[in-house]
């Protein structure tokens, strides 16, 4: 995964690219960042380079004097951003679900509310939105 639990104890790597609470648990979106790696990325960039990306992230020091450590940067950061949104965009109703052995349930309490209907639709189309805007343009430099 291009996102690692470590660098996420207070949503770190997340909020580079959208706007969380740093409350917010890692073990929440991680699913969903597992699939849309899986079902939007891999298929567009291939295997190989995804490991390439993911070696990327996971290696410590980087010299970023070098061109190609550059370039790989951006090009980690521009693949997490549309990731991150379309991962929050597919699991936009599990997150603001409570499941459990009795039921699925809506989360709220006397200080927070759920989002109003609109606004619930107009972030969803943002969150696609943006993913996909982001994905497809990487197709184009392919």
């Not at 770190?12 to 609470?21: A, F, R, T």
């Not at 567009?44 to 996971?58: H, S």
């Not at 950061?77 to 809506?106: E, P």
Request: net charge negative; hydrophobic share 40%; proline share 1%.
């Amino acid at each position: 995964m291009l996102f690692s639990k470590e660098k996420n104890a207070k949503m770190e790597e997340v909020q580079k690219y959208i706007s969380v609470s740093s409350s917010s648990e890692f073990e929440i979106i991680a699913p969903h960042i597992q699939n849309a790696e899986r079902d939007y990325l891999v298929p567009l960039i291939g295997n190989d380079l995804y490991q390439r990306l993911i070696t990327f992230c996971n290696e410590e020091v980087h010299n970023l004097t070098d061109e190609s450590v550059q370039k790989t940067n951006q090009l980690l950061a521009f693949v997490q951003s549309a990731v991150v949104h379309i991962a929050y965009w597919i699991g936009f109703d599990v997150i603001n679900a409570l499941i459990t052995d009795s039921g699925f349930k809506r989360t709220e309490s006397n200080t927070v509310k759920s989002l109003f209907k609109y606004q619930e639709h107009n972030l969803k189309h943002y969150l696609r939105t943006s993913g996909f805007t982001l994905i497809q343009y990487f197709s184009f430099l392919n």
